[in-house]
């Protein structure tokens, strides 16, 4: 007989419950990528899985696992997304869950609805590339595109800049609408609603793409003279290839994971980039064996495709707190 197991299933309404914070959440992110930076943390790239290559299945997926020695807990996150999701069957576009296990006896501790999570990781990483690789000074931001995770790359950025301008773009009118619904009740900052990328992007500071483009949303001919960075986030491709030119520095989170996921990928596959062009790891500018931005002139292109080891280290403090809230509920797996 088995010793008997419990594991806490959180949904996605109980890990918001915690109240884990925007700051709290960068904190996190911070000290993870700092320790991958020194070996104590091992987050392989992400495993893709594309079901639309041998079915009708319009949906794509990633695994992602993690170890993270200072905190002693591995997990994974299993995530995927159907694009049609919202229009076709009410649910979201992506979906996730993050699987907590004891790293001992791989005793699972946790199961947990991981949407929210992911966007308040990302949105942190993105704070914290701002923060190190803004010119200082900067005011305006342009965010392409505005589905669910927008909101939270505004309210990273928001935590370490002091933001007078907003400008948006997105393709689905609907998504834009529902963010400026909600963004003009939590920021300051005036939110301006444009026409296309190119109306977005003219006389801004800093660049936001969080698409889900497989096609350049940002090209040689949009005018970027005004902007300083352009963060790129997520698996797919959204950068023209002449694009490239403009920029003085390419920053990632991974350089493993850069060749074969986001907006660098594919420039990797046609031998137009290689590892010599990667100028750093934002871990490695956080601990400072990098310096980040030298001087005003700078144009830097900041690429994060996410990492396994930043969700586990949010999911643990989301175990945590929910464990001390009473939050979610339990089940007997043997």
């Known amino acids: 007989m088995y010793n008997e197991v419990e594991v806490l299933l959180l949904s996605e309404e109980d890990v918001i419950s915690t109240g884990l914070t925007m700051s709290q959440c960068m904190n996190l ?4 990528l ?3 930076a020194n070996g104590q943390v091992l ?8 079901m639309r290559v041998i079915s009708e299945h319009q949906c794509d997926a990633d695994a992602m696992p993690a170890y993270v020695k200072y905190i002693d807990t591995c997990g994974v996150k299993w995530i995927g997304a159907n694009w049609e999701n919202r229009h076709k069957r009410g649910l979201p576009n992506v979906i996730g869950i993050v699987i907590l296990n004891d790293p001992e006896s791989f005793v699972p501790l946790a199961i947990m609805s991981a949407n929210w999570l992911t966007a308040m ?4 990483a993105t704070g914290l590339a701002v923060r190190e690789l803004a010119k ?3 005011k305006s931001l342009s965010i392409i595109g505005t589905g669910y995770e927008a909101k939270f790359q505004l309210m990273a950025i928001n935590e370490v800049i002091k933001l007078d301008e907003v400008k948006v773009f997105d393709i689905d009118g609907d998504a834009m609408e529902s963010f400026l619904r909600n963004a003009n009740q939590m920021f300051h900052a005036e939110i301006i609603p444009c026409k296309s990328v190119k109306e977005a992007v003219e006389g801004t500071d800093l660049v936001v793409t969080v698409t889900s483009s497989r096609v350049p949303v940002l090209d040689e001919v949009t005018l ?3 902007a300083n ?9 959204e950068l023209g290839e002449k694009l490239m030119r403009w920029f003085n520095k390419i920053i990632v989170d991974t350089r493993e994971q850069t060749k074969s996921e986001g907006a660098l990928a594919d420039l990797f596959a046609k031998g137009l980039i290689s590892n010599g062009d990667i100028y750093a790891e934002l871990g490695e500018i956080l601990t400072k064996r990098k310096k980040g931005r030298t001087s005003d002139d700078e144009k830097i292109l900041c690429v994060l495709t996410g990492l396994g080891c930043e969700d586990v280290v949010v999911a643990n403090i989301v175990y945590k ?6 939050l979610g509920r339990k089940f007997k797996l043997f």
Do not use: H, Q
Not at 121 to 124: D, L, N, S, V
Not at 229 to 237: D, H
Not at 321 to 326: L, R, V
């Open 321 to 326: 707190i929910a464990k001390e809230k009473g």
């Open 34 to 36: 700092k320790a991958r």
């Open 229 to 237: 960075l352009v963060c790129s986030l997520g698996t797919y491709n």
């Open 136 to 138: 200082k000074g900067s």
């Open 43 to 50: 987050s392989p790239s992400k495993v893709f899985l594309d």
């Open 121 to 124: 990781r990302t949105g942190a």
């Open 29 to 32: 992110v911070e000290e993870v």
């Open 224 to 226: 970027l003279d005004t």
